[in-house]
C-alpha cells in the first residue's frame, strides 16, 4: 500500500523511544508514532497512520520504524 509522506526511518534506530516517536511525528504529520516494546503482542493489521517504534527495555529503537 502506498501512504503519503515518509514512511520509513532506518536512521532512528540505536536512538531513544521517546526522540524517535517526535521525530516521526515532525517529519511525517499525517502519522501517529507510538512507542512499544520488544515482546508485546500487536495487531496485525496494516494502517498508514500509524508507526510502532519497537524498543528494547533501555527504551532503545532496535527495529526500523516503518508505516504499517
Known amino acids: ?3 503519503p ?4 526511518w532506518p536512521e532512528l534506530v540505536g ?5 524517535a516517536v517526535e521525530t516521526i ?3 511525517n504529520g499525517l502519522v501517529k ?9 500487536v495487531t496485525e493489521d496494516f ?6 517504534v ?7 529503537v532496535y527495529e526500523i520504524p516503518v508505516i504499517g
Request: proline letters at 0%; charged letters at 30%.
Open 15 to 19: 536512538t531513544n523511544g521517546k526522540f
Open 33 to 41: 508514532a507510538i512507542v512499544v516494546l520488544k515482546g508485546s503482542a
Open 47 to 52: 494502517r498508514c497512520d500509524r508507526v510502532r
Open 25 to 27: 511525528e515532525r517529519e
Open 5 to 8: 509522506g515518509k514512511n520509513a
Open 54 to 60: 519497537w524498543v528494547n527495555s533501555l527504551d532503545i
Open 1 to 3: 500500500m502506498d501512504c
